[in-house]
């Protein structure tokens, strides 16, 4: 079985596979080709690739046209899937929900497509998660961030000219990254709040040394859907979190924002009369800015500024972690491929009936074949 990687484009500094895993598929059979520099920006080069056994190419197409498996982080041109055989896999984050036209015409090349954000959150698959890979170093990088740009310290320090105070730390959404976030802002000696509408969580908050704040209603302990995510709550509910959040935001330092619902916007929770109750100085970083953004006044890609209080807006925070983030990655795509590698004959041998492959595959043979995708059911 042969896998080539090409290069990403210029705003993606990951890479699909790292020295580590072409190793490992080197061993379990495969021929791994990799396209020059294409590592570089994750700090790996061409001859730590030749190391672990994969072979160079000069282009793009030479790394990707006798593949039966291609391994990307982010959707590829047209162009590229055209260069690879009919019928190989192309494997990566589509963004399947985005550009609809843009997907079918990849579809149309004829290759099968396999988008990892679709990966089912079951057990077998946790080792294939890429939302949890990625999001789990997005809350590190925020707090991260946030830290450097705050212009006093996080941590009490008590000095002989006095006492630096602690900095407060709310955390509004604690999925994966809000549970890296309340981890990374206590590691650096905040005050640490978070909220989430989500009573399972408020355990995992505590347990982590922050405290737990959110509307515990009737409603709030219904909140969670079987797959373990928020539902979109009730306009009552919302007046009543937003008055708690009000009340809460206006003595904070940093606001970190992670609230996201599959197959909505992200809900509004920061609105610019909060921005407004904030002290000058203090920072908001909008975690759901793709998806629209928690804050009112969040440009996504962009820093905004309102009478002292900075919001981040930026995007693709794991890219910022590009050697941690290349290195899960790639170790998600491992675990969801080295099933598929028949023992004994090395060849690719997709089980097109398993779950893993139901729930991820979104092409084939030209057409669109995921449920989700073809009717645009986004949870
Ligand atoms: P997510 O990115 O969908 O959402 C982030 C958080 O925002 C969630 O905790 C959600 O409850 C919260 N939120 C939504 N609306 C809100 C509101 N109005 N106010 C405050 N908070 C709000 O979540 P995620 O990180 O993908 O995690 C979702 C769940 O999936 C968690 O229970 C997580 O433990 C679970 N999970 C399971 C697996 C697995 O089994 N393989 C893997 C990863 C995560």
């Keep these: 079985m042969a896998i080539g990687v090409p290069a990403e484009g210029s705003e993606e500094p990951r890479i699909g596979l790292t020295p580590e895993t072409v190793k490992k598929l080197v061993k379990a059979g495969a021929k791994v080709t990799v396209r020059s520099g294409a590592g570089l920006r994750s700090h790996f080069s061409d001859d730590d690739y030749k190391e672990a056994g994969a072979s160079i190419a000069k282009s793009d197409e030479d ?84 830290s450097a740009a705050f212009e006093r310290a996080l941590p009490m320090m008590m000095t002989a000219a006095g006492t630096v105070p ?45 405290k737990f704040i959110a509307v515990e209603d009737e409603e709030f302990k219904q909140a969670e859907t079987s797959g373990g995510y928020a539902k979109e709550m009730s306009d009552d509910y919302k007046k009543k979190q937003a008055e708690l959040v009000a009340e809460h935001v206006k003595n904070q330092d940093i606001v970190i924002t992670t ?28 975690l759901a800015a793709e998806r629209g953004g928690n804050a009112e006044l969040t440009k996504p890609g962009e820093t905004a500024e309102h009478k002292g209080v900075r919001i981040f807006g930026q995007l693709n925070l794991p890219g910022q972690v590009p050697v941690n983030a290349s290195s899960l990655y790639a170790r998600n795509l491992q675990a969801f491929i080295e099933p598929f590698i028949d023992k004994e004959t090395k060849e690719l041998a997709i089980d097109w009936e398993d779950e893993l492959a139901i729930g991820t595959a979104i092409a084939r043979d030209g057409a669109i074949v ?9 949870s």
């Design 63 to 146: 790394a990707v046209s006798d593949a039966d498996v291609v391994f990307t982080v982010r959707r590829p041109s047209v162009d590229l899937a055209k260069a690879m055989k009919k019928g190989a896999a192309l494997i990566g984050m589509l963004d399947p929900f985005s550009d609809r036209a843009g997907l079918e015409a990849l579809a149309k090349t004829g290759v099968s497509l396999f988008s990892m954000e679709l990966m089912p959150r079951i057990t077998r698959a946790q080792s294939m998660d890429v939302l949890s890979s990625q999001s789990n170093l997005a809350g590190y990088k925020a707090v991260v961030n946030a």
């Design 166 to 210: 602690a900095a407060r730390v709310f955390v509004m959404g604690v999925g994966v990254a809000g549970l890296q976030a309340i981890a990374t802002a206590r590691r650096l000696g905040a005050i640490v709040t978070a909220t989430d509408v989500r009573p399972a969580v408020k355990e995992q908050v505590a347990s982590l040394g922050a």
């Design 259 to 286: 609230a996201l619902i599959p197959g909505r916007p992200a809900p509004k929770l920061i609105s610019k009369a909060m921005i407004e109750s904030m002290k000058p100085g203090s920072i908001i970083v909008d």
């Design 370 to 378: 995921n449920e989700r995708v073809a009717g645009g059911k986004t």
